[in-house]
């Protein structure tokens, strides 16, 4: 399970961002990982010039390969003309469930049955309603 960031040329991006998308994702496939999920993530202003570039666009991308090929992607990356930039990271099993869920979903939040406990609860107690209340824990005053 790895993820991967990818620094693009943002004006070839803006000018055929399909053709973007599939010269990385190709370049993925090439190397035999399975794309689980891809998304365009920040374009913005970079801190120094890249090869003549002061804009790029950070495409993130979460897929399954075998370890053995992660040298011949960073080969690749350097050949391609797309790509300024990259980072491959290799994450467990939970991580990388929830990077996917969280670039799947339409406003990139997190939606577990324990976050929203743990949300639920936070308010509770700010307003007097949480189990600290029913325990008979005395208030701060």
């Given at each position: 399970?790895?993820?991967?960031?990818?620094?693009l040329d943002?004006?070839?991006?803006?000018?055929?961002?399909?053709?973007?998308?599939?010269?990385?994702?190709?370049?993925?496939?090439?190397?035999?990982?399975?794309v689980?999920?891809?998304?365009?993530?920040?374009?913005?202003?970079?801190?120094?010039?890249i090869?003549?570039?002061r804009?790029g666009?950070?495409?993130?991308a979460?897929?399954?390969?075998?370890?053995?090929?992660?040298?011949?992607?960073?080969?690749?990356?350097?050949?391609?003309?797309?790509v300024?930039?990259?980072?491959?990271?290799?994450h467990?099993?939970v991580?990388f469930?929830?990077?996917?869920?969280?670039?799947?979903?339409?406003d990139?939040?997190?939606?577990?049955?324990?976050?929203?406990?743990?949300?639920t609860e936070?308010?509770?107690?700010?307003?007097?309603r949480?189990?600290?209340?029913?325990?008979g824990?005395?208030e701060?005053r």
């Open positions: 399970m790895y993820e991967g960031m990818f620094l943002s004006n070839r991006y803006s000018s055929d961002p399909d053709g973007t998308q599939k010269a990385v994702l190709g370049m993925l496939e090439r190397c035999g990982a399975t689980v999920a891809s998304r365009p993530w920040q374009e913005g202003k970079l801190c120094y010039p090869e003549g570039h804009k666009l950070y495409y993130l979460c897929f399954q390969m075998d370890g053995n090929h992660v040298p011949e992607l960073n080969r690749l990356g350097k050949l391609n003309d797309y300024l930039r990259q980072l491959i990271i290799r467990p099993q991580i469930d929830a990077m996917v869920q969280a670039l799947t979903s339409h990139g939040t997190i939606h577990s049955p324990e976050q929203k406990a743990d949300r936070g308010v509770e107690m700010r307003e007097g949480g189990r600290g209340r029913e325990e824990v005395p701060d």
